[in-house]
């Protein structure tokens, strides 16, 4: 199966559209003032939206969606039923795909053909009393509940694949998955403090062995991704959080090339007592490891299976009032560049890359109290931005890069 190159992730002030955004960005559009749940923008069946939940019970709100380019108001997605934007995971491709706990002790995945499409879903793996989850182009992952077992739905032309059992059983803390546009899928995840991988290989339909990458005491955040040629990079967070609060944690990455496999990983940064890296904590791309460090948002650009020295690229420092501050998300575009956006205090800032440097932050929100959970995703050379701005307006934004 082929997959498009698009990588894909409290009150607030109201001002007027004028007061928004810095050129490029064009002036954030609100498209919803009914959101509870975190927006995705994904790209899915050549059309862009950005999904999230609307108004209700937990598992009873509907998701709504948007066109990217903000010109009608978000509607109700039909058959997206039992689905959580912030705890499920969501990605685009040749079809849309979701994966969540659907709160009945089952796993629930779905796909679209379009955002202006239904969804099809179905229940999958053994009875859990919750999951760890990740989604990518044509890629559900998920990990049932200690002690569990790691588990693989891939998408096969117009349906969902069976479901495969990825991982020995033991206390999966947390889960990742990428794949690349040979239909190529890298899970990875954090088994009872063991981090480790597994390809599906497209051209021969298999799965490898499980590789061990490294040792954690608690994954508290992972990510991955996959090149064309299966190069690939993983990042995580190694810190433990309990009802006490948090231990001294540490920033970690280790990547591999087409030929050579991963190397042992590198420490990139470290966090004191109760210094929770803030936001989704890290997101990678094949060239590059980007997370919410110690002082600042943080990026390390990665040639071959070598990791460099971490640069600053955004001066927002974790926030211990306010969980979201930090990295929010990262999405790079078929031509090598990428954006990186971030939650701070008051506004959302977007990073961008031009294929060789960061460039300095760009305000994509304007003035807002505690604007949070950014998702941005690539069309082309347009970056689409979203995030939810008083507790339920969705604003999206847009840059050609």
Request: hydrophobic share 40%; proline share 7%.
């Amino acid at each position: 199966m082929k997959f498009p190159r698009i990588l894909v992730a409290t009150a607030a002030l109201a001002f007027p559209a004028s007061a928004h955004a810095a050129p490029p960005w064009n002036a954030p559009v609100s498209v919803s003032s009914q959101a509870t749940a975190a927006p995705h923008v994904l790209f899915a069946g050549g059309a862009g939206t950005v999904a999230f939940n609307g108004t209700g019970a937990t598992f009873a709100r509907p998701v709504l969606h948007a066109p990217v380019d903000g010109s009608t108001q978000a509607v109700p997605w039909p058959g997206a039923n039992n689905f959580d934007t912030t705890y499920g995971a969501v990605a685009g491709g040749e079809r849309a795909l979701y994966v969540g706990s659907n709160g009945q002790q089952r796993v629930l995945v779905g796909q679209a053909a379009g955002p202006d499409m239904p969804w099809r879903t179905s229940l999958r793996g053994p009875k859990t009393g919750g999951a760890r989850v990740a989604a990518a182009p044509g890629a559900a992952v998920f990990g049932t509940f200690d002690p569990g077992y790691v588990y693989l739905v891939r998408q096969e032309g117009q349906t969902l694949g069976p479901t495969q059992k990825l991982s020995g059983r033991g206390s999966i803390r947390s889960v990742a998955v990428a794949s690349n546009a040979g239909g190529d899928i890298l899970a990875v995840w954090d088994r009872a403090g063991k981090i480790e991988a597994r390809y599906w290989y497209a051209s021969s339909e298999r799965l490898s062995a499980v590789k061990e990458l490294g040792t954690t005491d608690a994954a508290l955040k992972l990510s991955v991704s996959l090149g064309d040629d299966r190069r690939a990079v993983v990042g995580w967070i190694d810190q433990r959080i309990n009802e006490g609060g948090a231990a001294k944690g540490s920033a970690w990455a280790t990547a591999r090339t087409a030929t050579r496999g991963f190397r042992a990983p590198k420490q990139l940064d470290t966090y004191g007592v109760n210094q929770i890296a803030g936001g989704v904590g890290v997101k990678t791309a094949p060239n590059m490891v980007v997370f919410s460090g110690s002082d600042a948002i943080k990026a390390s650009l990665v040639n071959g299976r070598s990791i460099g020295t971490p640069q600053v690229i955004a001066p927002i420092a974790p926030d211990q009032s306010f969980a979201d501050i930090g990295l929010g998300d990262l999405a790079t575009s078929a031509g090598g560049k990428a954006v990186v956006a971030v939650a701070a205090k008051d506004r959302i800032w977007a990073v961008p890359f031009d294929g060789s440097a960061f460039g300095a932050p760009e305000d994509v929100s304007g003035p807002e109290q505690e604007p949070h959970q950014p998702s941005v995703a690539f069309s082309g050379d347009i970056a689409y931005l979203a995030w939810q701005s008083t507790p339920t307006r969705v604003e999206i934004a847009q840059r050609p890069l």
